[in-house]
């Protein structure tokens, strides 16, 4: 298709309407009485409503081929509308938490979480997804650390590159695959004292050096959306800051493709005091290069007026204008403005069993065992079990943003325990009958958090079980005596101090969606081994936050028994459990650590290797982490960092030699005048199980 010719073609108002994203409702009913209030919100006419270009969700497939029909019996060019949607963890199928898949440490989990995501919803008609999410987050009081991966910008990078890939394959109009829509652009997950759509203070270096990463893997991986975040930069809107959307985004790493702002966020920089009116708003959109406005309609109001009073240049709406008709033709919308949308199809892949397996798969891989005290797990096919708690027979456990997740096809834990042990007991109140539990070997507290206290406007000030919970376990634990399980439903790392040295063992779970209660049970009867590992650090107090393992040195690092030194008085220094903690099953031994050499010239590659010994008679999995430090740059740098991981399988008492190679690359940062370079010098590497157990080699840079 001419696209040019087509824009051309188009007066202003269709161009504008091009530039606007509404709610699928606005097209479906046609009682005036039931829109009269949305429209009015919205501030535009019914006309208006059909020149817009693209819509925000829809119910199903049968759903999208009717708004689209309606729309083009009423579209003078034809243009069909852009489907979108926050299929964030799966469509119906739905898979571990963004937070709890990456704790799977495997590409191919992520990767397959995406494949399934993007079938599903294709079929259901939609055609960009807005994921994945790349905010950096440091401080689990935000509710939205449950959508991220987690406080290590390597680990965004790699993620955001696995995912976008796999939902957009070779071509978005390939049946199957989707436009990826990479959010919050940017820095959204530094939102001051973890509240939700705070202010967000930080200089360019660290903005480039960590802040930054999750967005440019997707955007490597040609991610066809950015979404703006909510948030300021530099006392600027993200929705109309031209540092980071002309500067950064266009210039620097040359972004093609489509801006959209989040839910109204243009409008929002009103409340912001950046703008006066919506009209000073909708020209701020446009000189920043944003081209689609979500939920609002100011460009729609307002847009003409600044054309006519040369406020906006008719050349500045057209380039916006072409990057939402290009979008459209990768997409395939020209050549079938129904592309994707299948009743039949749709039927046949939600909950497939194939789709079940892949999240099955994922909610295993993605669990976290982060204690197990005298090997109460797994628990043995003679001990009698009891299981309380309040997600004893509660379906909710998608977690949030599952929009068309069906919580009724989910199994209990009650109904996967039946099936899995010798369930003597089972109550989901917190008046337990005591004899009952002292007539089991094992108590299974199955507790955490509700949905609802995780996600978008969901943070929380107090970061503990709530105080029932916690009572609920001293008791149980001060009258039985008996081994405790606590596995734990949550959307964010948790302050456990409080019940930690009350149970035997911990099972972190998140909210592990369709196929969460059956993987637990395997994982906690030892059919499964956990392999899980952190992705964010869990603190013993939230006056520790925020808590990341790769912080800087400071000039007065900690040191036992010092006292002018970085800590607290009354805490230790280190998180109850760091990045990239996980238990297993298995008993993993690290040995024969090797350098290739002690010496390293800029333009070569240095290897170390290490042989993992699965010293134990339990098949398992373990992610051999590798961090880098760097002693001396022109500016301060962390104590360590990430810059690889692989999770290798082995068999009883297998070995197996497992190699990293170094590169240039991987020694780079950002000095104070945003340049990468790297340094000469003494560098250290560390390899280990976990961000704390690490074994160091050193080699000079020459």
Known sequence: MDLKKLLDSLTLEEKIGQLTMIAPHFFLDSSKTWIAGPLAELGISEDEVFLAGSVLGIGNAEEMIEVQKRYLEKSRHKIPLIFMADIIHGYETIFPVPLALASSFNDEILHQAARVSAKEAKASGIHATFSPMVDLVRDPRWGRVVESYGEDPYMLYRFANVQVKAYQGRSIKHEGFLASCVKHFAAYGLAEGGKDYNTVDLSRLNLHQYYLKGYKGAIDAKAKLVMTSFNIFEGIPATTNQYLLKEVLRKKWKFKGTIISDYASLKETISHGTEESEYSAAVSGVKAGLNIEMATALYMKNLKDAVKNGDVSIEEIDELVMSVLKLKEESGLFENPFIGANPEKEKRLIHSKA??????????????????????????????????????????????????????????????????????????????????????????????ESQKESGEAHSKSNIKLDEQQIAYIKRIKALTGKPIVLVLFNGRPLDLSDVVNHVDAILEAYFPGTMGSKAIAHLLSGKQNPSGKLTMSFPRSVGQVPIYYNHLNTGRPYASGGEYVSHYLDLEEKPLFPFGYGLSYSNFKYENVQLSSDKMKLNETLTISVDITNDSYVQGKEVVQLYLRDHVAKVSRPVKELINFKKIDLAPNETKKVIFEITKKDLEYYDHNLNLRVDPGKFSLFIGPNSEELIEKEFILE
């Open 355 to 448: 789709h079940i397996e892949k999240a099955y798969n994922a909610a295993v891989e993605s669990m976290i065992l982060l204690k197990n005290n005298h090997r109460v797990l797994p628990i043995r096919d003679y001990q009698k079990v009891a299981l309380i708690g309040p997600y004893t027979n509660n379906p909710k456990i998608n977690g949030p943003w599952s929009w068309h997740g069906d919580r009724h096809v989910n199994q209990t834990l009650y109904e996967a325990f039946k099936k899995s042990f010798r369930l003597v007991y089972s109550d989901d109140s917190f008046d337990s009958n005591i004899e009952k539990l002292k007539s089991s070997d094992v108590i299974v507290m199955a507790m955490g």
